[in-house]
């Protein structure tokens, strides 16, 4: 018996490092899929603000013919915010700033569309154009919803390969930490409105 001991404790050393590894690379798998379904839920509530932007510059054609400028701004905003695309798993700081910017173009024209609607009373008594206002407001707290859950998934996903000894794992397995969404350029700064 004492010829197998070595052996015996060796196995068991060997199957303790093998599921303490495997431990942390199954743990950050599992936090990588929460921070890709949030991503996902991310890109959904964009794409529902962006399915939105057709029926209201449509809406708004009708009553504003000369803010042509206003409406083709949105729509290339709307274009520039869709050609971006981002795999969750690779995501880089950088990717998600250009992302964050597109899709800040599309606010601060959508945003300047609304500001135009005040001139054209008639416009804003529109039953249809009200709903797809609503609508749109409904749309954008889902996207701030859908930002602060990708923000709240990547944390613990951060911290869990950032940790010792789990970075050194972590950093053999190819794990790299995921950037956070943050707040555009010029955030901090209060909204001049214009009419």
């Known amino acids: 018996m004492k010829r ?13 490092i093998y599921s303490w590894a ?4 199954n743990k950050a798998v599992t936090l990588e899929q929460d921070v890709k379904e949030s991503w996902g839920n991310v890109n959904t509530a964009y794409q529902r603000r962006n ?10 054609k009708g009553y504003a013919e000369h803010e042509k400028s206003t409406l083709t701004a949105v729509i290339e905003a709307r274009a520039k915010a869709t050609g971006i695309t981002i795999d969750p798993s690779n995501v880089t700081p950088e990717q ?49 919803t859908a930002r602060t859950r990708f923000n709240e ?16 794992l972590a950093g053999m397995y190819g794990l790299k930490e995921k950037p956070y969404f943050e ?13």
């Open 4 to 16: 197998f001991l070595p052996w015996i404790i060796g196995a068991v050393i060997i199957f303790l």
């Open 22 to 25: 495997s431990g942390i690379y």
């Open 51 to 60: 399915d939105l932007i057709p029926n209201l510059v449509n809406t708004v």
């Open 96 to 144: 998600l700033a250009a992302y964050n910017s597109a899709q800040s173009g599309v606010s601060s024209s959508l945003s300047k569309l609304l500001v135009s609607v005040e001139q054209y009373p008639n416009l804003k008594a529109d039953a249809s154009f009200m709903k797809l206002q609503d609508e749109l407001a409904s749309t954008e707290n889902q996207i701030l």
């Open 153 to 168: 998934a990547v944390k613990p996903y951060n911290n869990n390969i950032n940790t010792f000894p789990r970075n050194i």
């Open 183 to 195: 707040a555009t350029t010029g955030a901090d700064k209060p909204v001049e409105v214009k009419f």
